[in-house]
């Protein structure tokens, strides 16, 4: 019940495409939802993060929308530039566990120019 | 202001050895979590401390691995007889408060390779 899935584990689009990354929850505690990007031999870096009480966030290119009754969320990127070639992660956390999340698989993007 | 700070890069360690890894959190962050990141996995919770306090270590394994932070210097997570399965990137992340929406900060993590 702690775990998040997320799919696919890989995608591969042109430049100017938009990725899409899903990821699924069971924990109805969970109320607090960022997705991270990660480089080659870099930590991950917080992208865009959205709580349960709203159904889309929008930062620059980077678009969450998130289905409460399906437990279910999703990002989006617009635009997609070769430099958006990353490991994206999806996550969530409940306020009682303070900020440890509970990250879903990966999905490694790769946007070709 | 200095990030999260993990040394060292990359470590290799004989199978029976101990591995000794740190990280010093960002300037005024109290609170630090250790993740492993197993090759194609996504990042497992390990360990979540505060200052001479452990928190929550449901993540980590009961036997080899244990963990510290204390009142002055870098948090240590230590893994004795060090095995190939803990070949692993190991991530610190620190944050100033328990409120999920600050978010955490990573270090660049140690790679140990356990030979």
């Known amino acids: 019940q702690q775990q998040v899935k997320q799919s696919p584990q890989s995608l591969i689009v042109q430049k100017g495409g938009i990725p899409i990354i899903n990821c699924a929850y069971e924990?109805?505690?969970?109320?607090?939802f960022p997705w991270y990007q990660q480089f080659p031999g870099k930590g991950p870096a917080l992208l865009i993060a959205i709580r349960p009480d709203v159904s889309e966030k929008k930062e620059g290119r980077f678009t969450i929308s998130f289905n409460k009754s399906a437990k279910q969320f999703s990002l989006h990127i617009m635009d997609s530039q070769p430099g958006d070639s990353a490991t994206y992660f999806c996550a969530a956390s409940m306020g009682t566990s303070g900020s440890r999340l509970t990250f879903g698989e990966g999905t490694q993007l790769t946007v070709n120019p | 202001n200095a990030g999260v700070m993990q040394n060292p890069r990359h470590l290799v360690r004989r199978r029976g050895q101990e591995a000794r890894l740190r990280c010093s959190p960002m300037k005024g962050h109290s609170h630090v979590y250790w993740y492993r990141q197993l090759p194609e996995e996504g990042l497992k919770f390990m360990v979540y401390l505060q200052k001479e306090n452990i928190i929550d270590e449901s993540g980590m394994p009961k036997e080899r691995f244990s963990a510290e932070f204390p009142k002055e210097g870098p948090s240590i997570l230590r893994i004795q007889q060090v095995v190939r399965g803990d070949s692993a990137a190991y991530f610190c992340a620190s944050s100033p408060t328990t409120v999920p929406s600050v978010p955490l900060h990573f270090g660049n993590g140690t790679r140990l390779t356990v030979t």
């Open positions: 924990n109805t505690a969970f109320d607090y």
